[in-house]
């Protein structure tokens, strides 16, 4: 008797939790169902209907959206296909602007992580929130000062003209430098916050072991501190990847024409008279295609390296 | 076992943190082949002091030598010694091997070269089982003993031990007590142990250097730091001890004329450090003979008895409010005396020692 009613306990909870299994995660459920799966399901939609002469779709099933990212079949559509790399040449374009604005952030953003990470930890909050200040100003005003601030007559050049540094203004605006220090400028944080909580979990003591076991600074920094971080590196580089790869507020204000990113080509395409949703949602979900891509190889790496 | 040839020399070394001394001139030879426990309660400097002969903290005064090489200047990468430390500090992401071949690696060894010897410091500490596995996969005392492993594959002329049993569970550090040792003697490494544990400095120490507020209380075997201590602190640390506080009137031929601070008066042998004064008198519990009232030095009443299995403690005082532990055997022939039963203590000849402080 004394030793059933535990027994039934357990087993008449367990029954609630089976019975209601369902039902308690709804929520959850719901909000992934509507705020994630349900907008790719939409996008993936899009992208196999016929455009309508004003933006908008008809409802019939077509590949044309994907056979003029990846086709060229001359001006009226008659001659026999051949690859178009207009719109590869953007894609490649932005992933290597995407993944040189990712290096930058990890060059300037690990040391920033690094020293934050060291201090007091009273000071350490201090630190972090003037790394985020910036960003309780608009991503828009942020970039437009950007400009402002790079542009031939602006502060960076009067003030180069200044030291004597350089004789005439360098025209920065409209480069791949602009673009890159605005992309930098816009998701460095997010480069510094991962690493900032890889490098405080970071048991010292592991320095002090390779040191003891004759590693110098730069053999413990490459053979104990990076791989020991790198969850946390790699967390703060599709962070700062992603958002960049598909980014067109840098590209469209600091880059110009010259340096036209997927971001900009996506939103042109749902933009006034000139657009085409299905091509623009078909642009959407062969770079989805690629980040998941990158993302599922680099789970199934991790997922070796960890055993 | 230990051969006179000196290891490190320490040589008055001051440490200071700012306005804190954490280490006041400490001085201290540790031999080659001995197993030498620096011993203390926490905050007394043998962590700091280890840490100095690693070379991670760098000392304010004074040197340290190892071979007779003052190693004061270089970095700890290029000292020949190597760590234990308390929570072991075992590269989380190498497997078994790769931590223990790590130091080897960086003297240059080639790598067929570094994994024979891995898995030739891997039998000695039993693991050869395990050198696959990474260190979350391993039980405490299994990472422990990948990083005895770790710090003796490059047979360093020191291997400092940072308290690392101290994570271990009872059963375990008694195991790991004896095969430290039996180690330290296979290898003929010096092993330099720091622990506030004096039952482990006592049980695997050559030598012992007891330590206090970043001084040096006193250096001697095992059994010297027990049964001859220096001063009060050195008593009242190592071991239980009765501690009473007396005015010698005068000390002749080993005995010591006594008076307690109430005034009674009795005499004892005494091996005498202080002359006529004030002084300590420290008698271990075991060290004490029951017999009857009026027969022994002091006469007591027993005010409680506690049972510990092999021994029996008994608390009493003396007339005057002094307290006295006295530790029996539980033989079949002990008569343990009742509550408030009065009885008389004789001290064992060379048993109780006179300190100035």
Redesign the interface.
Known sequence: MAGAAPDGAGASRSEIYRGNGFRLMLPVWAFIGIFLLLPVVLMGVYSFLTKEFRGGVTWDFTLAAYDQFFFDRGLFGDEPPKIEWTYIGIFWRSIWQAGLATLMCLLIGFPTAWFIATRAPRARSAWLFLVTIPYWVNLLIRTVSMKFLIRDNGPLNEFLLWTGAISEPLSLVNTNFAVQLGLFYSYLPFMVLPIYAAVERY?F??S?????????AW?TLR??IL??V?PGIVAGSILVFVPSLGAFLAPDLLGGAKTFMIGSLIEEQFKGSAGNWPFGAAASMILLTIVMGVLLIYARNQTKGGR | MASTEIAVDIENVVKRYGPVTALHGVSLDIRANEFFTLLGPSGCGKTTLLRCIAGFEDITEGAIRLDGEDIGPLPPHRRPVNTVFQHYALFPHMSVTENVMFGLLRLGWTASDAERRASQVLGLVQLSDFAARRPGQLSGGQQQRVALARALAPRPKVLLLDEPLSALDLKLRQAVRVELKALQRETGIAFVFVTHDQEEALTMSDRIAVMSEGHVQQIGTPREIYEAPLNRFVADFIGETNLLDVTVQAVNGGTAHLTLPGGHAFTCPAAAVASAGQGHLSVRPERIALCAPGAGDLDVRVEDQVYLGTDIQLRTRVADGEAMVVRIQNAEVTQIPETGASVGLKIEAGAARLLAD
């Open positions: 048991d003591a592991l002090e072991a390779a040191a003891d076991l004759y590693a110098g053999t053979l104990v791989p020991v790198k």
